[in-house]
Each structure stands twice: as C-alpha cells, then as structure tokens.
C-alpha cells in the first residue's frame, strides 16, 4: 500500500523556519517524483516544489525561490522542505504527493498519490 506521511508542521513567527518531512513507503522511492503542494484557507491547492528522486531536479514556485530548498534522502525514503524567512502568506496546510513516471512536475493532476497534509502558520 502507498503511503506518504508528511510531518513537522507548526506555529512560527514570521522569518522564521521551519522543515517539513515526506517519509513514503509502498513503493520503489528513487522510481517517483515527489511534490509538495499547499492549500490556504479559501484558496485552490497550489504547487511549491518537487524533486525527481533519481537524479535531484527540482523546480520551485516563483513565491518560494530562493526561501525554500527540498531535499531527498534515498536511505530513508524521505522527502524534506525545508522553509526559510516565512511569511505570513506561507501559512497554508502542506502536502506531499507522488507521481510516476519519475519526472518533477508542479501540476496538481499529474500526481498520483497523495499525503495526509501538515498544517504551517506563520504569524506574530
């Protein structure tokens, strides 16, 4: 069974950081792309990042350029973001997703399995 657990949510003042982890299991890791994706209360599910675990591309939301980085851990079948210098517009429930074939990409559709979420509020 494919599984995402995504974790490491929480309050934090604004320029602050937080990292988020991504653990999956139930499928070959380093054979997928990972996602994150966010949702503000009101808004539509955006993409943020996501990374080919094969070979390290990555691509970025042009709102988190250069504040956030996502990483990979093959050993540990784990995906990181790791959000720095947040903002209060970064508050949003975060979730990672998986998609085949192992390409990044940062459309919502073209992922095919998808974590519980992890809630991020930024704010004095």
């Known amino acids: 069974e494919v599984q995402l657990q995504a974790c490491g949510g929480g309050l934090v003042q604004p320029g602050g950081s937080l990292r988020l982890s991504c653990v999956a299991s139930?499928?070959?890791?380093?054979?997928?792309?990972i996602g994150w994706f966010r949702q503000a209360p009101g808004k539509e599910r955006e993409g943020v990042s996501c990374?080919?675990?094969?070979?390290?591309?990555?691509d970025y939301a042009d709102s988190v350029k250069g504040r956030f980085t996502i990483s990979s851990d093959n050993a540990k079948n784990t995906v990181y973001l790791q959000m720095n210098a947040l903002k209060p517009e970064d508050t949003a429930v975060y979730y990672c997703?998986?998609?085949?074939?192992?390409?990044?990409?940062?459309?919502?559709?073209?992922?095919?399995?998808w974590g519980q979420g992890t809630l991020v509020t930024v704010s004095s």
């Open positions: 990374i080919t675990v094969s070979d390290g591309t990555t």
């Open positions: 139930g499928f070959t890791f380093d054979e997928y792309a």
């Open positions: 997703a998986a998609r085949w074939p192992p390409v990044a990409r940062m459309t919502i559709d073209a992922y095919d399995y």
